[in-house]
Each structure stands twice: as C-alpha cells, then as structure tokens.
C-alpha cells in the first residue's frame, strides 16, 4: 500500500512533502479528486492505483468491522427493552465494537507503511489512545450501566488529552468581521466541543440506521474533503471511520439485528470531534473546524434543540425520555426507515454545503450553517405538525 508522505507544520496543519531525493518536477503527486492533477496519463494513473489501494484497504477493513458485528451477536450483550426503547424483543448491543476495532487496525497499518502517520506521535497516538479509552469505558457501559458521572469523567478526560496534545481551536471566525483569536477561551470551547459532539452523537442513536448511515456519509464526506485539502491525516481517519461503521451498517438496518451501543456512539462522536479541530487547520483562520460540525448538523441541532427545550420545561435534562425530534417523528407514525433516511439526506445536504464552504473566502465561509439551520427549522415544524396531529406530549 502507498500512501503519500506528508509532514506536520509547527501550527498543526498537514503540508505534503516529497522526500528529499526527488525533486518537485519529478514528483507524482497522490490526488483522489485531482485538484492538482498533474499532466500526462502517468500521474492519473498513480492516482487512479493510489486510490483503488486505499479503498480496497477500506474494503477490507469493513469486512473486518462485520466479522466482529457478527461474533458481538453470536455472543451478545443484550439490551432489554424498557418504557423508553424504540424495540420490543431483547436485541444484542455493543456492535460499534466493530467499527473501533477496523479503525485501531487501520491505524496500526497505517503507522507501519506511511511515513506521514509517524508524525502523529505527539498530535494524535495520544489522541486515538483516548478514544480507544473512551470505547472501552463505553463497551463496560454497555455491560454494566456505569453511572452517568463516571461517563463524563472519562470523556473530559479524553478531551483533556486532545488539548493537551495541541489540538486546541485557536480562532473563531465571524462573518464579515474575520477570524477573532479566543486565547485561554479557545481551551474552554474545545472542551466544550468534543464532550458536547460526544454525547450529541451517543443521544441520537436509538433509531434503527440513523446514526451508523450519517457518521459513514459524513466520515465519506469528510476523507473526501481532507483529500482535496490535503488533509492526508484527516483523510485517511475519516476512511478509517466511514469503513467500520460501513462493515457495521447493514447489521443495523431496520429491523435491527444489533445496535451500535454506546461504545461505537461514543467512539464515533469523540473521533469526528477531535477530527473537526484537525481540520481546522486546512486554513489560516482555522474556519475549516465548521466542516465536521456541518456535515452533523443534524444529529447537533436535534440534540441541542431538545436539551434547551427540556431545560425550559423544567425536565429534568439528564433523565431518559423519548422526545427528540427523531423519537417524537417516528412515534408519530413514520416509519423508522424512513426517519433514518431524512437524517442521511441531511448529511448528503450539508455535504453539498461542504463542497460550496471550500469555494468562500473565509470572511463568508461560516454563512454557509444558514442554510442548514433554514433546513432544521423546516424538519421541526414538520415534526410539530405530526405530533399535533397525533395528539402526543412532548414530556417523558
């Protein structure tokens, strides 16, 4: 396997470097999208191998992620349906087991043949340790109801490692103002970031297929998005991700046969977090970690939108309750494939979105959650619409 070396600069950011003993002339640079395609049939056919190699991996990698799905459900953790549950019968949990399992071995390999992975050692080994941390704390959850405190402990910790490891947003950009340096604020809103997507992730998944199809369209999107940029890091993480919870996927469907459980939801929300401050650094003004929280603004508008909703109706936040929008549309009456399939077309919305973001300034690039905030607002009053008509309460 052949991936494109690359070298960390001092703010963070991924730039490509050939080795020393080929000169910039003679280089074949490794582009999926082509944006830099150089001319002649040679460099699009490297191009064109780099990039079957890297997907046929990916390939091999979901395969992977299945073979563990399908051990998770001959040996199960079951998950007892209560007042709460969307299913009926016992159904096995702990299937995003999977998922962190291909993304571990694809890591490792990828340490081994890329020598742009190695210089990973300070920014991220520590960070995919924490998440690999976070799975297994997660995976005991899923056995043993651990308590709501000792879960946010382990995920603050995680996030802990992330900023001390200097992955840390630095800029916050405004429109028509430009990028505004947060200094100690950045720390705070970093934090904030990663726990607060952890947990929006781990929240909205209770539908059969919702959450497994975003974070592999998102992940897609994003490898896509990093590739382009020259995110080599990025990209690869982000195709690392989107192939286990590929190989995870169709175990998941509705009727389920599995559910991801919160090792794989929690695993999935800390990665992407933690991807989106990388990210971040496709650009000067750092206005780039929009783009994770773009591609999920439907799973983070949901679980934002029913916190502040619950708070203002004195519920008590932290108690389990079926009244996010997703719950409340699908106890109305639409069918949970159907529920899944909107939140897909989200993400494929806001990717669409992404590609539009890549082509602003920066001082416009952050206008572009506009339109996927118009788009949630339309998703709301639709729902309100059916629960009306369904003579439903929003409470319990």
């Known amino acids: 396997m052949r991936w494109r070396a690359a070298t960390w600069g001092s703010s963070g950011d991924v730039r490509s470097a050939e080795a020393s003993s080929r000169s910039r002339e003679s280089a074949v640079p490794w582009h999926p999208l082509a944006g830099q395609a150089r001319i002649g049939h040679t460099g699009a056919a490297m191009r064109l191998f780099n990039l079957a190699t890297h997907l046929g991996f990916a390939l091999l990698l979901a395969l992977l992620s299945a073979a563990v799905v399908r051990a998770m459900i001959a040996w199960p953790i079951l998950d007892h349906p209560n007042a709460r549950s969307s299913h009926a019968a016992p159904t096995p949990r702990g299937g995003g087991l999977g998922a962190v399992v291909a993304f571990v071995v694809g890591m490792l390999v990828l340490y081994q043949v890329a020598n742009f992975a190695r210089i990973a050692e300070r920014q991220f080994i520590g960070v995919i340790l924490a998440a690999v941390a976070i799975a297994a704390v997660a995976l005991v959850d899923d056995v043993r109801n651990l308590s709501a405190r000792l879960r946010l402990l382990a995920q603050l910790a995680a996030a802990l490692?992330?900023?001390?490891?200097?992955?840390?947003?630095?800029?916050?950009?405004?429109?028509?103002?430009?990028?505004?340096?947060?200094?100690?604020l950045g720390v705070a809103i970093t934090l904030f970031w990663i726990v607060g997507c952890t947990n929006a992730v781990n929240f909205m998944d209770g539908l059969d297929g919702l959450v497994g199809g975003v974070v592999v369209l998102a992940s897609a999107a994003l490898a896509?998005?990093?590739?382009?940029?020259?995110?080599?890091?990025?990209?690869a993480a982000a195709l690392f991700l989107a192939a286990g919870f590929a190989g995870f996927l169709p175990f998941n469907l509705h009727p389920a046969r599995i559910f991801m459980g919160d090792v794989g939801a929690q695993f999935a929300g800390f990665t992407l977090a933690v991807l989106s401050i990388a990210a971040s650094r496709f650009d000067a003004t750092q206005v780039s970690f929009t783009l994770v929280p773009l591609l999920l603004f439907g799973l983070?508008?949901?679980?934002?939108?029913?916190?502040?909703?619950?708070?203002?109706?004195?519920?008590?936040?932290?108690?389990?309750?079926?009244?996010?929008?997703?719950?409340?549309?699908?106890?109305?009456g639409m069918p949970v494939p159907r529920v899944a399939a909107v939140h897909w077309g989200f993400v494929i919305f806001h990717a669409a979105l992404a590609v539009l973001f890549l082509q602003l300034s920066s001082l416009l690039k952050p206008l572009v959650l506009l339109p996927a905030l118009g788009l949630q607002l339309l998703w709301l009053g639709y729902v309100v619409r059916r629960v009306r008509a369904a003579g439903l309460s929003w409470r319990g």
């Open 224 to 235: 896509a998005i990093a590739a382009y940029q020259g995110g080599w890091f990025v990209y």
């Open 300 to 332: 983070l508008f949901d679980a934002g939108f029913t916190l502040l909703r619950r708070a203002a109706m004195g519920d008590k936040v932290g108690a389990g309750h079926r009244t996010h929008l997703y719950q409340m549309a699908q106890r109305s």
């Open 161 to 184: 490692v992330a900023v001390a490891s200097g992955l840390v947003v630095s800029y916050l950009a405004l429109p028509w103002y430009g990028p505004v340096e947060l200094g100690w």
